[in-house]
């Protein structure tokens, strides 16, 4: 008998049963779908995560100060941007605040900061221009908006020389962000950048409490983080009053966590394939039994060992490729409706679509052996005198 | 000449049954010629289903030697006992044994497919062995479509398929009213008048008295000649 004829044979068999076919898949096609759906979701976190860290920069030091008793000034912020290893400081004020045109308002984190922000958060100017040092000299009142921001208050018309109301006092906007996309809890683009002196006034502080370092190069990151460390003790005497985080440390963090997430969620919908396929085992040797008699006929008529033996693996195998199929179909189908109503980024993976189904393909012949083997060896005559 | 298309030589079977050993069959010779058609008759137990196992290649002899078309079966190998089924035996049995998920022509079909016969042909075949019971036009109907009669017509077309050798009836009738019991020897009756080789065992006395020839089985011993009734009556 040839191996055509056997597959025909086997999906005339899976027609005559739908229901017990479909539920033999059950497993298989949720083990599958799992995986793809898990891995999919998994991955894509991944991805935002680093996707953020080039968004930040990868040379970038987040200095926060938590003593307010000492004030940390301007000079200070020079200082540090004299040493050789730093390319850029930027001291940061941030408040959420409303800004007004006419009757739109948008409530937004509002950050006040120098024109070496643009470089050390890699930002862009889409249009205008961006903050400038005599912006700050003069405590300009002047506003660069994020392009979500621009959109929410000045629809498609061009928001450059126009005025905004950031707590009743008017800034001109002097320039728009390019759209940076991203979704890691802080948006790039539901924002808006003032001059740090005129933050200062605004907000009514003149401590700088937090600030940017940019190391001349990501190499040099580790030697930025001491040099600076050794002169923040300078000025405050101890370790405890500041903090010097590294973003690159903190993004690896996040990123091997949600990795390891991802392997885990893919691990455990694996061994949902491995019980798919005990489960097709279980009703494979339940169906031979129930098939002695066909067994007993079949082998009276003159079929082989061997012809049994491939058409139960053959049944096995064909139900778990279509159960892998549905399952990938399933999968690929629950991960774009998650897409679309969480946002969430998803990253469709080949190799894990092609992983799980020869892996669901895999178990079917695993597991179709034992029973299959336990029908070709059914003694004719016995399996003709079954009831 | 007559051919000879199977012959037994001091065939023995016995089954243990914890101490006790059972003798199935006790040192039994037969010989079937081309053409023939033979009837075994014997009561329950007495090792009709055993000889029929055994020249029908589903199980293999103690002792003895079984040559069916000079191949020596008692010599071959379990695994290539399924061939020789295939090739040289068409069965028919007392419940049809037909698969309830095929139609009659896939059913007839079947042992043309573990021949390795190529769709086109097999389907011909198939149908010219339906045609040739007189249910050529139930086809594509299912066993539970059909009644017994037809069923064994079907079962009798799938054991046709092949043209083995030998066709070997188990209680062909044994689930049939008389009448219907009746039609299946005379579906039997035609295929012998064509030629083909019918082994038929029963307990049936007036079923076996159809045959050209009839042999009782007692206690697994074969006995030949003299009036069937009376013998058969001396074995109750
Ligand atoms: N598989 C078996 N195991 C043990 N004893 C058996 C087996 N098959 C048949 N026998 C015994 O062999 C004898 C002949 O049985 P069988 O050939 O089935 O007779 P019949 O078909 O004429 O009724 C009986 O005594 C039966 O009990
Ligand atoms: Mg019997």
């Known amino acids: 008998m040839n191996l055509l004829t056997s597959i025909k044979m086997a999906f005339r068999t899976i027609r005559g049963n739908k229901i017990r076919a479909f539920l033999t898949m059950l497993g298989i096609i949720i083990g599958v779908s799992s995986v793809i759906v898990l891995v999919a979701i998994g991955q894509g976190s991944s991805q935002s995560v680093t996707s953020s860290i080039n968004s930040l920069g990868t040379n970038l030091l987040t200095v926060s100060i938590s003593d307010t008793d000492t004030p940390f000034t301007q000079d200070n912020i020079d200082e540090i941007k004299k040493m050789n290893t730093v390319k850029n400081v930027s001291p940061v004020l941030s408040s959420r605040l409303s800004l007004k045109n006419g009757s739109t308002t948008s409530t937004i984190n509002v950050t006040g900061s120098n024109a070496s922000y643009k470089s050390v958060r890699k930002l862009s100017i889409s249009n205008g221009r961006f903050i400038s040092d005599i912006d700050l000299d003069y405590r300009q009142k002047v506003i660069v908006l994020g392009s979500t921001t621009a959109q929410t208050l000045f629809g498609n018309k061009n928001p450059i020389n126009q005025y905004v109301l950031v707590n009743g006092d008017r800034y001109k906007v002097i320039g728009t962000l390019t759209y940076k996309g991203g979704s890691n809890g802080q948006s790039n683009d539901d924002t808006a950048i003032i001059p740090f002196t005129t933050a200062q006034r605004l907000m009514q502080t003149t401590h700088i409490t937090q600030f940017y370092v940019q190391a001349t190069n990501s190499n040099m990151v580790n030697f930025a983080m001491n040099q600076l460390s050794r002169y923040m003790i300078q000025v405050y005497g101890d370790s405890d009053s500041f903090s010097v985080v590294n973003q690159q440390d903190v993004m690896n963090t996040m990123s091997s966590v949600s990795d390891t997430l991802t392997m885990l969620l893919g691990g455990i919908a694996s061994i949902s394939l491995i019980v798919g396929g005990i489960g097709i085992m279980n009703i494979m040797f339940v169906s031979v039994t129930e098939r002695t008699r066909e067994i007993g006929i079949r082998k009276a008529i003159g079929a082989k060992r061997k012809d049994i033996l491939t058409q139960f693996l053959i049944e096995a195998i064909v139900l778990s490729i279509i159960g892998g199929l549905i399952g990938i179909g399933l999968g690929l189908g629950i991960t774009k409706l998650y897409a679309i109503f969480s946002g969430g980024t998803v990253v469709y993976s080949l190799s894990i679509i092609l992983y799980s189904f020869l892996f669901s393909a895999i178990v079917g012949i695993i597991f179709g052996v034992f029973p299959a083997n336990k029908a070709s060896k059914l003694r004719p005559i016995e399996a003709l005198r079954f009831e | ?236």
């Not at chain 2, 009798?156 to 398929?161: G, M, S, T, V």
């Open chain 2, 1 to 236: 000449m007559i051919e000879t298309v199977m012959s037994m030589n001091n065939i023995s079977k016995s089954y243990k049954m914890g101490e006790s050993t059972v003798q199935a069959l006790d040192h039994i010779s037969l010989t079937v010629s081309r053409g023939d058609f033979l009837t075994i008759v014997g009561p329950s137990g007495s090792g009709k289903s055993t000889l029929m196992n055994i020249i029908g290649c589903l199980d293999q002899s103690d002792t003895g030697e079984y040559i069916l078309e000079g191949d020596e079966i008692n010599k071959l190998k379990d695994r290539y006992l399924a061939t020789i089924r295939n090739k040289k035996i068409g069965f028919i049995f007392q419940n049809f044994n037909l698969l309830g998920k095929l139609s009659a022509i896939e059913n007839v079909e079947l042992p043309l497919i573990y021949r390795g016969v190529k769709a086109n042909e097999r389907k011909e075949m198939a149908l010219s062995c339906l045609n040739q019971v007189g249910i050529g036009d139930r086809a594509s109907h299912l066993p539970n479509q059909l009644s017994g009669g037809q069923q064994q017509r079907v079962a009798i077309a799938r054991a046709l398929a092949g043209n083995p050798p030998i066709l070997l009836a188990d209680e062909p009738t044994g689930a049939l009213d008389s009448r219907t019991s009746q039609e299946i020897m005379e579906v039997l009756h035609n295929l012998n008048k064509k030629g083909h080789t019918i082994i038929l065992i029963t307990h049936d006395l007036n079923v076996a008295k159809q045959g050209k020839r009839t042999i009782r089985i007692s206690d697994g011993k074969l006995y030949e000649g003299g009036d069937v009734n009376h013998e058969f009556v001396n074995i109750h």
